[in-house]
């Protein structure tokens, strides 16, 4: 099973989290990006709005890698996954 990471500014929509959580680790159901999402965003539906927007894509302030390589296309999910993959959910910095 996939495993998420969320970085800490993620992590706040998850609830109450434990001090040593700062980056939780969270196991999901998955052969592909947008079937963990989904599964993840059933057990954390305020996450949702914060990670996709309306369209279902990634929103621009969200940044997301897959075992270790950047989502380069926002819009397409479908990207396959073995079972033990790591995805990172983090917010993406900008500015100047």
Do not use: C
Request: proline content about 6%.
């Amino acid at each position: 099973m996939p495993d998420v990471v969320l970085a800490s500014a993620l992590a706040r929509w998850l609830g109450p989290l434990p001090a040593a959580a700062r980056e939780p680790r969270i196991r999901v159901d998955g052969g592909d990006l947008r079937t963990v999402l989904d599964n993840l965003f059933r057990q954390y539906p305020h996450l949702r709005g914060y990670v996709l927007d309306e369209q279902g894509r990634v929103r621009h302030h969200v940044a997301i890698f897959v075992d270790g390589a950047t989502l380069r296309d926002k819009s397409d999910l479908s990207q396959a996954l073995a079972p033990q993959s790591e995805i990172y959910l983090l917010q993406a910095l900008s500015g100047g």
